[in-house]
């Protein structure tokens, strides 16, 4: 089994930064498994924002963030990391980290269905 707990999240206001983190333990670790963040604000439909691949670190990034938002991870602490620079009113959600260990190809997955393993998430808000 393995267990994500998300921390970071906050209010912040417009233009400014905050770092998630998602601490993973159990049968897991960083290594050799897709890991990524996810986010749903109220009313709507969860979606991706960055993905990453331990084995290779090919990374992948929603359009609307691109540019703005660096994921990383720390393997020695078992640890994903999102970086979200100039936030915007509409980054405010709910963020989530997930995981997926079996092979889906090179390059992580963005698609909220293709991770089985999910934290309890974090709340997101950015006051203009």
């Known amino acids: 089994q393995v267990q994500l707990v998300e921390s970071g999240g906050g209010s912040v206001q417009a233009g400014g930064s905050l770092r998630l983190s998602c601490a993973a333990s159990?049968?897991?670790?960083?290594?050799?498994?897709?890991m990524g963040w996810f986010r749903q604000a109220p009313g709507k439909e969860r979606e991706g924002v960055a993905t990453?691949?331990?084995?290779?670190?090919?990374?992948r990034y929603a359009a609307s963030v691109k540019g703005r938002f660096t994921i990383s991870q720390d393997n020695a602490k078992n640890t994903l990391y999102l970086q979200m620079d100039s936030l915007k009113p509409e980054d405010t959600a709910t963020y989530y980290c997930?995981?997926?260990?079996?092979?889906?190809?090179?390059?992580?997955?963005?698609?909220?269905?293709?991770?089985?393993?999910w934290g309890q998430g974090t709340q997101v808000t950015v006051s203009s």
């Open positions: 159990g049968r897991t670790t960083t290594t050799g498994y897709y």
């Open positions: 990453i691949y331990s084995n290779n670190l090919n990374t």
């Open positions: 997930a995981a997926r260990s079996s092979w889906l190809g090179s390059n992580p997955p963005i698609l909220p269905q293709s991770y089985p393993y």
